[in-house]
Structure formats: C-alpha cells, structure tokens
C-alpha cells in the first residue's frame, strides 16, 4: 500500500531558509558592527598617537625656542665684549699716540709761535695761537704735515690783532687751524728724508740763555 505524505513541506523548507537568511543578515550585521568598532577604535588611536607626536613637537620647539634665546643673549653678550674689547685696545693707541702727539707738537713748533689752546674732536685738531708773521704760520703748517703723528693742516683763519700789552706786540698775528691725528700705524709709511739728502723741515736754534741775551 502506497504511503502518502500530506505534511506541507514546502512551507516548512521556505521558513527554513527565512531563518538561515535572518540568521546570515544578523552575522552580516554583527560582523559590520564589529568592523565599523574596530576602524573607529584605529583611528582613536592613530589621533591619540598623533596628538602625542604634536605635543612632543611642541615642547622640542620650546625648548629650541628657549636654547635660541639663550643664544641670542650670548651673541648680545659677546658683541658687547668685542665692543669693550674694542674700546680698550682704541685706549691702548690712543695712550701711546698722545704721547707721541704731544712729544711731536713740541717739536713742531717753529720759532714766532706760541700755542694758546688745542681741542680735539675725534681725529681732528683745532690749534689756536699767535705768531709773529704769516710765513710763521706757514712754516708751523709745514711742519705739521711733515710730522708722522699729524697731517693735513687747514689754516681756518689769520688776522692782525692790536694787543694793549707790550709782551704780545711781539706776536701781533692770531692763528686758528686744523689737522687730523694719523693712525697709530700710519707714522710708518710716511716717506723719509734719503740719507745723501738734508731734511727740509726747519730746524729749531738752541734757546738762548740769559748770559746770551745780555750785552
């Protein structure tokens, strides 16, 4: 005898596989959620490492800021000590220069000459005097330019001055000039006399003493 099935399979198969599909749908939905946790879980940790990175970069570029300061203070503190340094070897010259400018001045000085005031204003000389005629005046301007500690006289003024005083009739003339110092080192090329030939700077007569003087 034939056996019949009358259960309805075909409904049971289809539920069968809606619940393999519901079932596949949630494990595609977990498997999603799982994949969008663990990318956002990466990327918080690539910003966290990221921020880390800056903050190290932020206090190395302090602390290079503040190592450029240092260094700028330094490069303040040592062109200061160049400058001072500077200043005192100037000093140094100029202590051995005024001692040969003034040992020089007294050597330049002609006969008819008498120097009444000298100021100096950086490397320039204001000489004022008087003297007794024009061609002393010139004769000391001579000199100064053939001196190796001064040069480049410039005679400003000269005039005639009436003098009430019986002493300074002698030296009516009233002189005012200038003239540059020269560099320490400048006296050595100043050319020298030859030897074969006598020097043209005049040269001063002994002083007379009093016995001289008397008849």
Known sequence: MA????VPWRQE?????ERE???MLAMAAVAAVGVVVLVIAWMGYRVDEQVQRNAYLQSEIKALDKQIEEIKELDKTREQL???KGIIEQLESNRSQMVH???DMVRTIPDGVRLLSM???GNKLTLEGVAESNSSVANYMRNIDNS???GNSDLRKIENKVIARDADKKM???FSLDAKLREPGAQDSVAEPPADKPSTAPVRPPARTSAQEKP
């Not at 056996?3 to 009358?6: P, T």
């Not at 198969?13 to 596989?17: C, I, L, M, W």
């Open 3 to 6: 056996r019949i099935n009358l």
């Open 13 to 17: 198969r289809r539920k069968q596989r």
């Open 21 to 23: 599909f519901y079932l």
């Open 82 to 84: 160049l400058g001072r």
């Open 101 to 103: 400018l003034f040992d």
């Open 119 to 121: 100021k100096q204003t």
């Open 148 to 150: 190796p500690w001064m």
């Open 172 to 174: 009516p003339y009233a």
